[in-house]
């Protein structure tokens, strides 16, 4: 009998359709048996296209099968907490989408389901397994640039649509929660620490009331993160670890692509350098990793203790735009 973890998926969106359940299914310790859609033509199409046995016309009826053994969900950014905590309380392991929730009060209502029911329960946070990021975290404990001073960060696209999710407020939308999620686990990753407080300056779009330009600085112990993130600018993407002895640029930092190699480049005192890593799909990685970790092999790859710790700088971020200033953590 196999020891694949049996997945099944809330919904038919795009990174899960197009990205995930790809990635999971090339798994030796993983196996997609299951999508729902509320659209069961929706849910047949996906089945059909990625070869999934089961396709199911409401969330409930996936979450009852007794077959599924962990739910990834992916739905917009304001169903993430209430479908996670139904899916542990019928028993499922979760991987949700990022941003795991909409603030902190959400995130601990979570946390209280994966304790109160005992499964497994982490947020998709894939950057935090590829390894291009482990390998720039090394450089930077080995010392090699010097004591961290400064992250800069950048990350856009562009998309009025205004049926997308992340161009609807009650839904979670906006470029903050969208790609500053993003920057602000970077940031927290590479310093090790959380900011002592946070300022940031936000434009909002006169028509979705969404955050469509953000920039944020985060003041750490050992130095600063400043950030750029939006959805109405030219797609782009960046991130400069700066230390006083060097610096590291990791060229394609959240989309890195599965099917060709990716890059840092490493610059010190003794010149500029580049170092290639072998294709990986992120994506796999992650789910390997949370597969794993549901048959009591290693932990969950970014767990829920990580994420109330994001979700707490987002939140301050967003009280920084109303107060217009400086906000403590």
């Not at 944020?216 to 993407?237: A, I, R």
Request: proline share 6%; with cysteine; aromatic share 8%.
């Amino acid at each position: 009998m196999s020891d694949k973890v049996r997945w099944g998926v809330l919904g038919a969106a795009k990174i899960g359709v197009e990205k995930v359940i790809p990635a999971m299914q090339r798994l030796e310790s993983a196996e997609i048996v299951a999508i729902a859609s509320r659209d069961i033509d929706k849910a047949r199409r996906a089945a059909s296209s990625l070869g999934i046995p089961k396709a199911y016309g409401s969330y409930e009826e996936l979450l009852a099968d007794p077959a599924v053994e962990a739910i990834y969900n992916p739905l917009p950014n304001h169903l993430h907490v209430p479908w996670s905590i139904r899916a542990a309380e019928a028993g499922k392991h979760v991987l949700v989408e990022k941003p795991v929730s909409l603030n902190v009060a959400e995130c601990r209502t979570l946390i209280e389901a994966r304790d109160r029911t005992g499964v497994k329960m982490g947020e998709a946070f894939m950057v935090r397994t590829h390894p291009q990021w482990i390998h720039a975290r090394d450089l930077l404990r080995s010392g090699e640039i010097g004591r961290l001073r400064s992250i800069a960060t950048a990350f856009s696209f562009y998309g009025r649509d205004p049926a997308n999710v992340r161009n609807i407020l009650a839904y979670g939308g906006g470029g903050l929660m969208d790609l500053g999620c993003y920057a602000v686990q970077v940031a927290r990753y590479f310093f090790g620490a959380e900011p002592a407080r946070v300022v940031s300056l936000i434009e909002r779009d006169p028509e979705f009331k969404i955050d469509s330009l953000a920039s944020v600085l985060l003041d750490f112990p050992s130095g600063q993160s400043l950030f750029t993130c939006s959805m109405q600018m030219f797609p782009h993407q960046r991130v400069q670890i700066i230390g006083d002895k060097g610096r590291i640029e990791i060229e394609i930092p959240f989309n890195a692509p599965p099917d060709r190699p990716t890059r840092i480049f490493v610059h010190t005192a003794a010149g500029l350098r580049s170092e290639e890593f072998p294709i990986c799909d992120q994506y796999g990685i992650q789910g390997d990793l949370f597969s794993k970790a549901v048959r009591g092999h290693g932990d969950v790859p970014t767990p829920l203790e990580d994420s109330i710790r994001n979700m707490a700088v987002l939140d301050a971020i967003f009280q920084s735009e109303r107060e217009g200033g400086w906000v403590p953590l």
